[in-house]
């Protein structure tokens, strides 16, 4: 089946520095998605990529979904102590009935 | 709108007892979604929901049972729990195939 990696599984920043997940899957991908979950929180949709090599921008975030629609990456610019949480991307098939999860990244911020 | 709503926000069973997690929408929405999140994991797919009347089995099914009576309610039955349920489970609804899907609060079951 379907399955969608995501790294790094931690990761620690000061604030002001930025932070990168990336995310692949075992088989090409109709769309793919990205949500956040604050601690104690439920996950939170913010954007979704559809087509190959497509670039969007959220303020500091951008997005990217690669040329095979097969991997993802998030980049935060210059974190602040409100980006702390467990990013998450996921990946729907050629069914579209399914999101399958990766595991997510969980990410803190010192200030 | 509520959006996708759950109860109860909490929970405590003793080993081989039953409950049902409940789950409403008021989106309309035909797809709807059971997932349970062990602390500091992803999401595992238990039931998902393509309409009323129908259900289909996800990735970690076993020990759980659903129904879908009706477009907004997506109960999830638990029978016999068992310490290995303890986790915090969502229920999710998404408009159409494709579409981003919209979260519950979640339930907090413990079995002890």
């Known amino acids: 089946g379907q399955q969608v990696m995501q790294i790094p599984q931690y990761q620690h920043v000061q604030e002001g520095e930025d932070f990168t997940t990336y995310c692949n899957s075992s088989t090409t991908l109709s769309n793919i998605q990205w949500y956040k979950q604050r601690p104690g929180g439920h996950p939170v949709f913010l954007i979704q990529l559809v087509k190959s090599g497509e670039v969007k921008k959220q303020k500091r975030l951008t997005f990217q979904f690669g040329e095979a629609k097969k991997n993802s990456s998030l980049h935060i610019t210059a974190t602040q102590t409100t980006d702390v949480g467990t990013y998450f991307c996921?990946?729907?098939?050629?069914?579209?009935?399914?999101?399958?999860f990766g595991e997510g990244t969980q990410l803190t911020v010192n200030p | 709108n509520a959006g996708v709503t759950q109860t109860p926000k909490f929970r405590i069973l003793k080993i081989g007892q039953s409950m049902t997690l409940q789950c409403t929408q008021d989106m309309n929405h035909n797809y709807m979604y059971w997932y349970r999140q062990d602390p500091g994991m992803g999401l595992k797919l238990i039931y998902y929901?393509?309409?009323?009347?129908?259900?289909d089995k996800g990735e970690v099914p076993n020990g759980y049972n659903v129904s879908r009576s009706t477009t907004e309610d997506f109960p999830l039955r638990l029978e016999l729990a068992a310490p290995s349920q303890t986790s915090v489970y969502f229920c999710a609804s998404m408009g159409g195939q494709g579409y981003e899907q919209y979260f519950g609060p979640g339930t907090r079951l413990t079995v002890t």
């Open positions: 929901s393509v309409g009323a009347g129908i259900t």
């Open positions: 996921a990946g729907h098939g050629t069914s579209g009935s399914r999101l399958t």
